[in-house]
């Protein structure tokens, strides 16, 4: 099943959820996104300051190019294969509603305000992936690395929510409205 997402509501307190279409089964789906635990935020955020403090002194002894490349390519490795795996364990509880032609449309349409925001921020993060890589490449700082593989786990997100028939599928709603 190859889920589109077209419409995602946030926002606080309220009900926040994402609507997928499945263009197979022709069917459309809503998932409630979870209002996760601040404090599991804030002790990630602990852990992630504390590694980067007890390596932020080592540089990897890196220094063949081949050796170089394949430590970026591991790093790509982990951090696309954690990305997949969240992303689509987030959106693992599908409810199936029903919404009629009328309605999909429109909600098509006002999930295109959120499809421009999530590209402009996919084209950001990738440049910054972009920039660690050069940085790590610069220098082998270990720090450069772990942010690496961090921004690269949520570009990888990221992605994940944007597939090609997202906007095929929002061109095609103005298209049809004309």
């Given at each position: ?85 969240v992303?689509k364990?987030?959106y ?18 006002r ?10 921020l ?17 220098n082998?700082?270990?720090v ?28 095609k ?6």
């Open positions: 099943m190859k889920l589109i997402p077209f419409y995602r509501l946030q926002g606080k307190n309220m009900d926040q959820y994402t609507l997928f279409l499945d263009k197979q089964e022709n069917r459309i789906y809503k998932v409630n996104n979870r209002d996760e635990n601040n404090i599991l935020y804030w002790v990630a955020f602990v852990l992630v300051l504390a590694i980067f403090r007890a390596v932020r002194s080592i540089h990897l002894p890196v220094y063949h190019p081949i050796a170089v490349v394949f430590c970026i390519m591991v790093g790509l490795i982990i951090s696309i294969t954690l990305g997949i795996v992303y364990t987030y693992r509880d599908l409810k199936e509603v029903y919404l009629t032609g009328p309605e999909l449309m429109e909600y098509i349409k999930g295109k305000k959120s499809l421009k925001i999530e590209v402009w996919t084209g950001i993060m990738f440049i910054f992936f972009i920039l660690t890589i050069l940085l790590f490449m610069m082998y700082w270990i450069w690395y772990l942010v690496n593989i961090t921004i690269g786990f949520l570009l990888t997100i990221l992605i994940s929510g944007l597939p090609p028939e997202r906007f095929r599928l929002s061109k709603s103005f298209v049809d409205e004309g």
